[in-house]
């Protein structure tokens, strides 16, 4: 399949390691998310379930989303953009955008890695929430400093963040705009992993061939147990997983494990 091509940012699948990538390309603007970016990033989400429908298995392994340049991974809505917005309709946009931005990243069926190397605030921040995974450079800092222009974060944050670090932790990031940094960060459970920035590139690959090298129906099932514990409660959770371990247990990923176990035999998985 041929790249697209887009403005705000860059998409691109390997179709032999399976691993889709997009990354946020406004670099002299910080990376700053316009109504072009929202609506890009998810067609390139919408582009990688498209992939799989005419195949048999799995045809992505895992997302990866970036920011371009080394100053910001995003600094959130661009304010440039915003102040020219006026009508209640338009105004209305902002957050329906932001919010089927993180839905669609949040939904997306195998797990995506946020890779993060500078500023990640406000709506970046939201992107970085909605992935599964996220891998920061140590000079990397936080925030959501929606409140300082009269809103609340419009992707979800606050209610992402107090899942993370809990009801009370999560209304004082958002009500004072504090921005923290990649250590704290870590050491709150906002984002999962630092490391140095000449070495976070490799570092999120080795993460990410970590998952690639494991049965990818099994991936995207333990995300989707994982997820329905916070909606749907932990007995409709516990149920789902029950049903979901028969599903795989007929796949023929699952025949070929159980036929090389205890063997030095590399299993190749289909998907399927």
Same mark, same amino acid.
């Given at each position: 399949?041929?790249?697209?091509?887009?403005?705000?940012?860059?998409?691109?699948?390997?179709?032999?390691?399976?691993?889709?990538?997009?990354?946020?390309?406004?670099?002299?603007?910080?990376?700053?998310?316009?109504?072009?970016?929202?609506?890009?990033?998810?067609?390139?989400? @919408?582009?990688?379930?498209?992939?799989?429908?005419?195949? &048999?298995?799995?045809?992505?392994? /895992?997302?990866?989303?970036? %920011?371009?340049?080394?100053? /910001?991974?995003? &600094?959130?809505?661009?304010?440039?953009?915003?102040?020219?917005?006026?009508?209640?309709?338009?105004? =209305?946009?902002?957050?329906?955008?932001?919010?089927?931005?993180?839905?669609?990243?949040?939904?997306?069926?195998?797990?995506?890695i946020a890779r993060?190397?500078?500023?990640?605030?406000?709506?970046?921040?939201?992107?970085?929430?909605?992935?599964?995974? @996220?891998?920061?450079?140590?000079?990397?800092?936080?925030?959501q400093p929606e409140?300082?222009?009269?809103?609340?974060?419009? %992707?979800?944050?606050?209610?992402?963040?107090?899942?993370?670090?809990?009801?009370? @932790?999560?209304?004082?990031?958002?009500?004072? %705009?504090?921005?923290?940094? /990649?250590?704290?960060?870590?050491?709150?459970?906002?984002?999962?992993?630092?490391?140095?920035?000449?070495?976070?590139?490799?570092?999120?690959?080795?993460?990410?061939?970590?998952?690639?090298? =494991?049965?990818?129906?099994?991936?995207?099932?333990? =995300?989707?147990?994982?997820?329905? &514990?916070?909606?749907?409660?932990?007995?409709?959770?516990?149920?789902?997983?029950?049903?979901?371990?028969?599903?795989?247990?007929?796949?023929?990923?699952?025949? @070929? /494990?159980?036929?090389?176990?205890?063997?030095?035999?590399?299993?190749?998985?289909?998907?399927?």
């Open positions: 399949m041929s790249e697209p091509d887009y403005d705000a940012i860059a998409w691109s699948f390997d179709e032999d390691t399976g691993v889709g990538r997009i990354e946020l390309d406004r670099p002299d603007a910080m990376n700053a998310i316009n109504d072009r970016m929202q609506r890009e990033l998810i067609e390139g989400f @919408r582009r990688f379930r498209r992939l799989e429908e005419d195949r &048999t298995g799995v045809a992505v392994r /895992a997302i990866v989303v970036s %920011g371009a340049g080394d100053r /910001a991974f995003s &600094t959130g809505l661009d304010v440039s953009e915003m102040q020219s917005i006026t009508d209640y309709g338009e105004k =209305k946009r902002i957050p329906d955008g932001f919010h089927e931005m993180a839905e669609t990243i949040e939904r997306c069926e195998p797990p995506v993060i190397d500078g500023l990640c605030l406000g709506g970046g921040l939201e992107i970085a929430l909605a992935s599964d995974f @996220r891998l920061a450079s140590e000079r990397s800092s936080f925030g409140v300082n222009f009269g809103v609340l974060p419009g %992707g979800g944050g606050a209610q992402r963040l107090s899942m993370i670090v809990g009801v009370s @932790r999560a209304k004082e990031l958002c009500m004072t %705009g504090e921005r923290i940094e /990649a250590e704290r960060a870590a050491a709150e459970g906002i984002i999962d992993h630092v490391h140095p920035a000449a070495d976070l590139e490799s570092e999120v690959e080795s993460f990410v061939d970590s998952i690639v090298d =494991k049965p990818p129906l099994a991936v995207r099932t333990i =995300k989707e147990a994982a997820d329905r &514990t916070r909606e749907v409660g932990f007995e409709e959770a516990l149920q789902y997983g029950n049903r979901a371990w028969l599903s795989l247990s007929q796949t023929r990923d699952y025949d @070929r /494990a159980v036929e090389a176990f205890g063997t030095d035999a590399d299993v190749e998985w289909e998907g399927r």
